[in-house]
């Protein structure tokens, strides 16, 4: 990149998301993927009245003057007409005394109701195919609006097969929509009979940037942004995130040699043993084998032989990774925040939490309570924190309010350390997570920001003492 082009991104990132320190690392092209749809249509312009308005209006004139009356006759339900009727009388189109009658505003719309002439062609449109978004032009200015906080992606967005004009029923409101968009200055309606055919579809992508950026030079993540033509896209960024969040990670390959670079450092640079990229690996894939053999679902009972057997295999094999690697299992994002509450709970003699940055969305007064519940059960606990530059990180009142309560609580060894990018629990010696997850500053709510963090849980009880007298030394070298 260029270095006016860095500090472009640089500014942008730093204002968006309110971090004066941020530095840009990288970009790189990406692909948005989505259809391009020519679609043989039908529809109805240069009208004044809706096509029910008007099939009501000519029934009055015909002499059905009831509601039932036109209701019958068009084989509609009634509350449905009524509703028709009540727009057209506050229209002052008709009049409703002992009987249904046009007013000569009524009159004069229907006799200026252009005949029924529909029209034929075919129009191209453009579906998102990652949100399911419909849209007649295809260009970064339609997507740069937030996502509506009940749109998230609740479903795979399917292609839409040529001459299957089933495939796009949910979509005729979207494309009668367009077609009235399509001349903003025309005052009548436009309405979409059918879509005839799907003549041609096929796949494009529309070419974005990632920029991949760290919250300030000493912080060891990686974040990104989505730029398109020098803009943050956050309909871009929010889609992505949604389909993390669902398991999709669509970006895998861009941050899997990245992610492989950072991992010993994000899982604890001081922590005295190696934990390989690898290993983890192996321990989440055959968990999740195991895992997909307990599904009934997947199997008919003839295979149920086949099935016990396999799923015996792969647990020795599970087991033998474990003992190899002291590795119990593989969790993440949510699942990390879990066990931090999980661990507040149930620990017993002692808790350690270790994470380089303290604020106030995930020390907040109910955090302050569950510890306050914690201490008052007689556990030991630590939090040590504290990175080099991390100032603007930290929020003061949180660290006040954690130091009020080691004034009031023998048991609670509340500590700075230099510098420690760790992230760290230990409950008792039931347990210790080693993780990329910043504890006590993201809170992984799920209405929130998606992020994917990984995390390993060791219970091998000698790791897990080692792993405490590591976090200790961090203060004696303070």
Same mark, same amino acid.
């Given at each position: 990149?260029?270095?006016?082009?860095?500090?472009?991104?640089?500014?942008k990132i730093r204002k968006y998301h309110s971090l004066p320190e941020a530095i840009v690392l990288d970009s790189k092209p990406v692909g948005y993927p989505f259809y391009v749809l020519r679609l043989d249509l039908t529809y109805l312009t240069n009208r004044e009245l809706k096509l029910l308005e008007e099939f009501v209006l000519k029934s009055i004139?015909?002499?059905?003057?009831?509601?039932?009356?036109?209701?019958?006759?068009?084989?509609?339900?009634?509350?449905?007409?009524?509703?028709?009727?009540?727009?057209?009388?506050?229209?002052?189109?008709?009049?409703?005394?002992?009987?249904?009658?046009?007013?000569?505003?009524?009159?004069?719309?229907?006799?200026?109701?252009?005949?029924?002439?529909?029209?034929?062609?075919?129009?191209?449109?453009?579906?998102?195919?990652?949100?399911?978004?419909?849209?007649?032009?295809?260009?970064?200015?339609?997507?740069?609006?937030?996502?509506?906080?009940?749109?998230?992606?609740?479903?795979?967005?399917?292609?839409?097969?040529?001459?299957?004009?089933?495939?796009?029923?949910?979509?005729?409101?979207?494309?009668?929509?367009?077609?009235?968009?399509?001349?903003?200055?025309?005052?009548?309606?436009? +309405? !979409?009979? =059918? $879509?005839? #055919?799907?003549?041609? @579809?096929?796949?494009?992508? &529309?070419?974005?940037?990632?920029?991949? %950026?760290?919250?300030?030079?000493?912080?060891?993540?990686?974040?990104?942004?989505?730029?398109?033509?020098?803009?943050?896209?956050?309909?871009?960024?929010?889609?992505?995130?949604?389909?993390?969040?669902?398991?999709?990670?669509?970006?895998?390959?861009?941050?899997?040699?990245?992610?492989?670079?950072?991992?010993?450092?994000?899982?604890?640079?001081?922590?005295?043993?190696?934990?390989?990229?690898?290993?983890?690996?192996?321990?989440?894939?055959?968990?999740?084998?195991?895992?997909?053999?307990?599904?009934?679902?997947?199997?008919?009972?003839?295979?149920?032989?086949?099935?016990?057997?396999?799923?015996?295999?792969?647990?020795? +094999? !599970?087991? =033998? $990774?474990? #003992?190899?690697?002291? @590795?119990?299992?593989?969790? &993440?994002?949510?699942?990390?925040?879990? %066990?931090?509450?999980?661990?507040?709970?149930?620990?017993?003699?002692?808790?350690?939490?270790?994470?380089?940055?303290?604020?106030?969305?995930?020390?907040?007064?109910?955090?302050?309570?569950?510890?306050?519940?914690?201490?008052?059960?007689?556990?030991?606990?630590?939090?040590?924190?504290?990175?080099?530059?991390?100032?603007?990180?930290?929020?003061?009142?949180?660290?006040?309010?954690?130091?009020?309560?080691?004034?009031?609580?023998?048991?609670?060894?509340?500590?700075?350390?230099?510098?420690?990018?760790?992230?760290?629990?230990?409950?008792?010696?039931?347990?210790?997570?080693?993780?990329?997850?910043?504890?006590?500053?993201?809170?992984?709510?799920?209405?929130?920001?998606?992020?994917?963090?990984?995390?390993?849980?060791?219970?091998?009880?000698?790791?897990?003492?080692?792993?405490?007298?590591?976090?200790?030394?961090?203060?004696?070298?303070?």
């Amino acid at each position: 990149m260029m270095e006016n082009e860095i500090k472009d991104f640089e500014n942008k990132i730093r204002k968006y998301h309110s971090l004066p320190e941020a530095i840009v690392l990288d970009s790189k092209p990406v692909g948005y993927p989505f259809y391009v749809l020519r679609l043989d249509l039908t529809y109805l312009t240069n009208r004044e009245l809706k096509l029910l308005e008007e099939f009501v209006l000519k029934s009055i004139t015909n002499g059905l003057v009831k509601p039932k009356e036109i209701s019958s006759f068009l084989g509609m339900e009634s509350y449905q007409i009524e509703k028709v009727l009540s727009e057209l009388i506050s229209r002052d189109l008709v009049k409703k005394e002992e009987n249904l009658e046009l007013t000569t505003v009524g009159l004069d719309a229907l006799e200026q109701q252009t005949v029924l002439a529909p029209i034929s062609e075919t129009q191209t449109f453009y579906l998102d195919t990652l949100n399911g978004k419909l849209t007649n032009s295809f260009s970064s200015e339609n997507f740069d609006s937030k996502i509506h906080k009940n749109s998230a992606i609740n479903k795979i967005i399917k292609k839409p097969k040529k001459s299957h004009i089933e495939d796009l029923v949910d979509y005729y409101p979207d494309i009668e929509k367009l077609l009235q968009k399509s001349v903003p200055n025309h005052p009548n309606l436009i +309405e !979409l009979v =059918q $879509v005839n #055919n799907i003549e041609k @579809i096929y796949p494009q992508w &529309h070419e974005l940037l990632l920029v991949l %950026y760290k919250n300030n030079p000493g912080d060891r993540e990686i974040e990104y942004e989505i730029f398109s033509r020098g803009s943050i896209q956050v309909e871009y960024r929010n889609t992505i995130e949604e389909l993390y969040a669902e398991g999709k990670k669509i970006l895998e390959p861009i941050f899997q040699q990245m992610e492989q670079d950072q991992l010993p450092e994000s899982l604890g640079n001081e922590v005295i043993f190696s934990i390989k990229d690898d290993d983890i690996q192996t321990v989440e894939k055959l968990t999740t084998k195991i895992s997909s053999l307990n599904d009934p679902d997947h199997f008919v009972e003839t295979k149920n032989n086949s099935v016990k057997q396999e799923k015996q295999k792969l647990q020795k +094999e !599970l087991k =033998q $990774v474990q #003992n190899k690697t002291r @590795i119990s299992e593989v969790i &993440h994002t949510y699942q990390i925040r879990e %066990y931090l509450l999980k661990a507040s709970k149930e620990a017993k003699n002692r808790l350690m939490i270790i994470s380089p940055w303290i604020k106030a969305n995930v020390v907040d007064e109910k955090f302050i309570s569950t510890l306050k519940d914690t201490l008052k059960r007689k556990v030991q606990v630590y939090i040590i924190y504290g990175i080099k530059g991390s100032k603007v990180q930290n929020d003061d009142k949180s660290i006040k309010q954690l130091g009020n309560l080691k004034a009031n609580y023998k048991n609670l060894q509340f500590d700075k350390t230099k510098n420690t990018h760790r992230k760290q629990i230990i409950c008792d010696d039931k347990f210790a997570i080693v993780t990329s997850f910043n504890f006590l500053s993201f809170r992984a709510d799920p209405h929130l920001t998606y992020r994917d963090e990984l995390g390993v849980i060791l219970r091998d009880k000698q790791t897990i003492e080692d792993l405490f007298k590591s976090g200790i030394n961090l203060i004696r070298v303070c």
